[in-house]
């Protein structure tokens, strides 16, 4: 034993000392438990030997239960499976006809937007040209009135009289722009 051992031994029995260690305090009594004001010792295997049967009983059931079903049902299994296939291709065929008249639906909605557009259009050229063959006709009307030929150049088309036209054409051009802006 060496110097370090003495010492640590020497430091433990201080400490055991200073904590108040009687080691035969803590000790069993090494009498039989059928002592006169003891209680006999109770066995802990009993409960653990009735819960491990337990745990048997339980095992064996379930491994039953499950040889049963794998081995009564291989037909039931295929034809879940084969539900659950049509089941899903049900689903599927349902979402891809639902999708095809989303579609279907928003087009025909757009062509429906389109061809308004287009009648609305054609509404506005079709008054667009009916006003300017309105005002092309109140023009003519106006110029019938404004231009009268001179009594001598009613029927010939002599250079004085085409003269003459050009210049009522061109004062009823200034006038009619002036009144009709």
Known sequence: MGVQDREWYWKERLRKEQLHYNPK??????TSDTALGSEPRRSI?????????????????????HRENAMTSPQSQAAKRARETQQVDAEATSESARRQQERLSAFQ???????????????????????????????????????????KCEGSGTVECANEFIRARRKFEAQYSTNNR
Not at 25 to 30: A, K, L, M, N, W
Not at 51 to 60: F, G, R, S
Request: net charge positive; charged share 25%; aromatic share 8%.
């Open 25 to 30: 305090v803590f000790r069993r009594p090494e």
């Open 45 to 65: 295997v009993g409960p653990l030997v009735v819960m491990a049967c337990v745990v048997v009983a339980a095992l064996t059931f379930m491994a039953d239960r």
């Open 109 to 151: 909605q757009q062509e429906a937007r389109r061809l308004q557009e287009i009648a609305a259009q054609r509404e506005r050229e079709s008054s667009a040209s009916a006003m300017a063959a309105q005002a092309e006709e109140r023009r003519q009307t106006a110029w019938a009135k404004f231009y009268r030929p001179s009594p």
